[in-house]
């Protein structure tokens, strides 16, 4: 079974910091490039960043809104995805898919609910 | 960056209706063009990929079309499970951006 499961979400102070993961299962994670995409509550979705595979030098992509401030990374000798998320804002507050980025976004995980709020 | 633009925005259908969504984008992206389907409370689901493509277990009277800047979701006969929120996203370019929605109620 393909399971996508992200952690690490909560309630954080405007400015502080929080890593998201994402633990893999069911296909070969090394092989996919994976992506982070987000959804404020009742509102549209947003992607926020990219990590391509090894064979693409692990390169990444980021939203503009997030890029000097997020980063992307990978284990894929733990088949895991993490989001290090850094001098936060109100408006990160959303929920945070962890995605595999193959024919568009093919697979998707659950999600984790991420507060930013004194 | 790339803007995605659906309608309409909001869908009153019955079962058995024949629906199309259609999205726009603000500039070309060939058929690099997904929709999603996304319940309330739920991860979204993907339907289809690079325009007209099925995602592996998703209906059939789910299809596709497009390519350039103009694209269309059709379901061919509403089924009750269907009542959701559809989304469109281009991967043509970063950032990848998404529609705004459209949500599909019963009528």
């Known amino acids: 079974e393909v399971l996508l499961v992200e952690s690490g979400g909560g309630l954080v102070q405007p400015g502080g910091s929080l890593r998201l993961s994402c633990a893999v299962s069911?296909?070969?994670?090394?092989?996919?490039?994976m992506d982070w995409v987000r959804q404020v509550p009742g509102k549209g979705l947003q992607w926020v960043a990219r990590?391509?595979?090894?064979?693409?030098?692990?390169?990444?992509e980021y939203a503009a809104s997030v890029k000097g401030r997020f980063t992307i990374s990978r284990d894929d000798s733990k088949s895991s995805l993490y989001l290090q998320m850094n001098s936060l804002k109100t408006e990160d507050t959303a929920v945070y898919f962890c995605?595999?980025?193959?024919?568009?976004?093919?697979?998707w995980g659950q999600g984790s609910l991420v507060t930013v709020s004194s | 960056d790339i803007q995605m633009t659906q309608s309409p925005s909001s869908l009153s259908a019955s079962v058995g209706d024949r629906v199309t969504i259609t999205c726009r984008a603000s500039?070309?992206?060939?058929?690099?063009l997904g929709w999603f389907q996304q319940k309330p409370g739920r991860a979204p689901k993907s339907l289809i990929y690079?325009?007209?493509n099925l995602q592996s277990g998703v209906p059939s009277r789910f299809s596709g079309s497009g390519s350039g800047t103009d694209f269309t979701l059709t379901i061919s006969s509403l089924q009750p499970e269907d009542f959701a929120t559809y989304y469109c996203?281009?991967?043509?370019?970063?950032?990848?951006?998404f529609g705004q929605g459209t949500k599909l109620e019963i009528k």
């Open positions: 996203q281009q991967y043509k370019s970063y950032p990848y951006t």
């Open positions: 995605v595999r980025g193959h024919n568009s976004f093919d697979l």
């Open positions: 690079d325009a007209s």
């Open positions: 069911g296909f070969t994670f090394s092989d996919y490039y």
């Open positions: 500039q070309g992206i060939n058929e690099f």
């Open positions: 990590s391509r595979s090894k064979p693409k030098g692990y390169t990444t």
